[in-house]
């Protein structure tokens, strides 16, 4: 049940309303005191400590440095609602439980309808699957609820899990190419999925996925245009 104080925040910034279900799993934005919650799951682990999955190094550092860095790209998020540049930084909530982030984001996206996404799992999350339903509510979020044309997903080589993900729900190779991270090069992959290839899905990847709080968010972004008045002044 949505509390008051949300309802209010979300009639002046409509992503606080956006709400993406699915059976135990939700996505949604967090609100400062879920986002202390969310910050401290990333300081106690997001991935083995040989590993780097992201491009820059946010989850290196000690357990503060990690925290701000959390809370700093989600603050950031909040603001990035404009029509040519928007991202969604939802929290993933298991049973009302944080257990890691989902994010959409795009550039120009009224024009071109292409978005990219990006996630982490709390490492104690991993292997339960979590990672493969919170892609797809994603997913299920841009082509039913935001009409996009396309979903980008990019991860490094050495990220099987992530490059898993993309092959499992049906994404083709999008080319790769090599990058820099973190003083060193590394092969990133880059994976399409597009309306039709959506919309040819098997069964098993059309679950009851419930969307609430869209059509103030799609006017937000300049997806729903405001009709132009076609009355002329009278000469």
């Known amino acids: 049940m949505t509390s008051p104080a949300r309802s209010a925040l979300s009639a002046v910034m409509p992503t606080f309303g956006?709400?993406?279900r699915w059976d135990d799993l939700e996505l949604r934005l967090a609100d400062d005191i879920e986002l202390l919650t969310l910050a401290s799951l990333a300081a106690n682990g997001v991935h083995n400590p040989e590993a780097a999955p992201f491009s820059w190094p946010w989850t290196r550092g000690t357990d503060e440095e990690v925290e701000r860095n959390v809370l700093a790209h989600q603050w950031k998020n909040r603001c990035r609602t404009a029509a040519d540049d928007w991202a969604l930084s939802f929290a993933v909530f298991q049973e009302g439980v944080v257990v890691g982030e989902q994010q959409?984001?795009?550039k120009n996206f009224q024009v071109i309808r292409s978005a990219l996404t990006g996630s982490w799992l709390?490492?104690?999350h991993h292997g339960h699957g979590i990672g493969t339903r919170m892609r797809l509510m994603a997913l299920h979020l841009a082509f039913e609820g935001l009409d996009a044309a396309e979903?980008?997903?990019e991860?490094?080589?050495d990220n099987p899990a992530s490059n898993a993900v993309s092959r499992r729900?049906?994404?083709v190779a999008n080319g790769s190419r090599a990058t820099a991270r973190e003083g060193s090069s590394v092969i990133e992959n880059s994976y399409r999925m597009t309306r039709e290839l959506w919309d040819a899905r098997p069964d098993d990847l059309r679950p009851e996925i419930a969307l609430?709080?869209?059509s103030p968010v799609r006017r937000l972004f300049g997806i729903d245009q405001p009709k132009q008045s076609t009355l002329r002044e009278n000469a």
């Open 18 to 20: 956006l709400q993406v």
């Open 104 to 106: 959409i984001s795009a």
């Open 122 to 124: 709390g490492l104690r």
């Open 151 to 153: 979903m980008i997903s």
């Open 155 to 157: 991860a490094y080589d």
């Open 169 to 171: 729900l049906g994404y």
């Open 212 to 214: 609430e709080g869209v």
